[in-house]
């Protein structure tokens, strides 16, 4: 190893929304036994494992400030070009005087402009190792919002090409990408696949009561008057406060209700490289095909179904509550598609949740959902590697390296329309909770193997003698 003991781990970017990142820093300081300097944005917090680590140091950068819409566009080609000169001015300051000189800078890539080239010029200043962690190309993702043919895509590929290739060592997320990085980028780079640290497992009963409890002002509220989840759960009806859409406790026990809605979660960065439409069809169609399947005609009004729903009648397709986790520029435009349909047995609730309180609703729900598609198609969304951690199934977008993640019939399902998610929610949600066989399946699958492989094994075996090796090289 080197000298200094310490290592520095660079995101430009939120430390709280970059939960890989996290995962590296926390196995350095208990794995590896460095004082471990974070390098990042501020924003969200992450969770509490590392902001308790008394060798974990989290250094938040100045942000490049907002721009009103007010702010003449004329100017705003200008302002493309001071971002990043203010950006890379920062963090060569963090990374030169603020922080201790490491024996390695690890840093995300992407985004890879100004990241790659300052941490490069810090690494040589300090003689440090430079060590890249590929999650994806970001050269892929401004091309989403500028078009693969634009001038600023070629350079920024330029740059993301040669600085990735002067790292002393590379880590990416697939054999795909490890792949493309080695025949067409001349990148000899180390498969580290995601895998959940040990806070994300299935929550027991009484965390999950506990859980709903918390977060029951967000489940109570409706994007409109009412809806099959709020319906009964205000007014009168729900003088009880043991009691949420999901779990009731009486005295001093705790019992999932048998006519619950089945708990459907999807964690989104509200971009345009996910679908949300998908989503929102998709629930359309399932709530037009239950009704249709039960004999029910467009005369029979929601309140006489949610009130027999409230009565505890119970029918062969449950009703679905959609939890949508995240922030994103989208938001806004999607909750408001929310509020205009018309759904008599499918509810949604957008919300953000704390780092601790989010594996509790990924171990507490009954399907996950992910919309990502990936703009290069050579990354894997974290969000289903977490789900898998809790032992949920998932329905995801099929891309060209996502069966490196998802096993089909195994622990989760793959879609490319919207017509194909609801024809799935039908077959695995069908006799919810109990005589759902599909669903029990995937999840008896899945608990299985779900204490295999967990992150500090996976950093242990793949990212441990690389850091290593790339250090001693360095240092000698």
Request: charged share 20%; with cysteine; proline share 6%.
């Amino acid at each position: 190893m080197g000298k200094r003991n310490r290592a520095a781990v660079v995101v430009l970017g939120d430390i709280g929304r970059s939960p890989r990142m996290q995962y590296h820093a926390l196995s350095l300081a208990r794995q590896a036994f460095l004082d471990v300097d974070i390098v990042a944005y501020g924003g969200s917090d992450p969770h509490i494992s590392v902001l308790e680590h008394p060798s974990i140091h989290i250094h938040k950068m100045p942000q490049w400030p907002t721009i009103p819409r007010a702010f003449p566009k004329i100017l705003r080609p200008l302002l493309l070009i001071l971002k990043p000169i203010f950006q890379f001015l920062v963090l060569l300051w963090y990374l030169c005087v603020k922080i201790p000189a490491p024996d390695a800078f690890i840093v995300q890539n992407p985004p890879s402009v100004p990241t790659l080239v300052v941490v490069k010029w810090a690494s040589w200043l300090r003689h440090s190792a430079f060590i890249v962690d590929w999650h994806n190309f970001g050269y892929t993702l401004l091309a989403l919002s500028m078009g693969r043919s634009s001038l600023f895509v070629a350079i920024y590929r330029w740059i993301e090409k040669r600085y990735g290739k002067m790292a002393h060592g590379s880590l990416c997320v697939t054999r795909a990408m490890q792949h493309e990085l080695s025949q067409n980028w001349g990148i000899k780079a180390t498969v580290l696949y995601d895998q959940p640290p040990e806070f994300f497992r299935p929550a027991s009963l009484e965390e999950k009561h506990n859980l709903f409890c918390r977060i029951g002002k967000s489940l109570n509220e409706p994007y409109g008057l009412r809806d099959c989840v709020s319906n009964g759960l205000t007014g009168p009806y729900n003088n009880d406060p043991n009691t949420t859409p999901f779990t009731t406790q009486v005295d001093g026990d705790i019992f999932l209700k048998q006519n619950r809605p089945a708990l459907l979660v999807s964690s989104t960065s509200w971009t345009p490289d996910e679908d949300f439409g998908i989503l929102l069809e998709a629930a359309l169609m399932y709530d037009r095909r239950v009704a249709a399947s039960l004999g029910e005609d467009d005369s029979i009004g929601d309140e006489v179904v949610w009130n027999e729903i409230r009565d505890g009648k119970q029918f062969s397709y449950p009703r679905l509550l959609f939890i949508i986790t995240g922030k994103g520029p989208e938001k806004e435009k999607y909750e408001e598609k929310i509020r205009k349909l018309s759904l008599k047995r499918v509810a949604f609730r957008t919300m953000w949740l704390s780092a601790e309180d989010y594996p509790l609703l990924l171990g507490s729900a009954d399907l996950g959902v992910c919309l990502h598609t990936s703009s290069s198609g050579l990354d894997l969304p974290m969000k289903v590697v977490d789900m898998f951690g809790c032992g949920l199934p998932v329905c995801a977008v099929s891309y060209s390296c996502i069966k490196e993640l998802v096993d089909v019939e195994k622990n989760g399902l793959l879609f490319s329309s919207s017509a194909e998610l609801a024809d799935e929610l039908m077959d695995v949600v069908r006799g919810f909770p109990e005589r759902c066989d599909t669903l029990k399946s995937m999840r008896s699958s899945l608990m299985e193997r779900v204490s295999s492989v967990r992150w500090a094994t996976a950093w242990e075996e793949n990212a441990k003698p690389l850091i290593y090796e790339v250090i001693s090289q360095n240092s000698s």
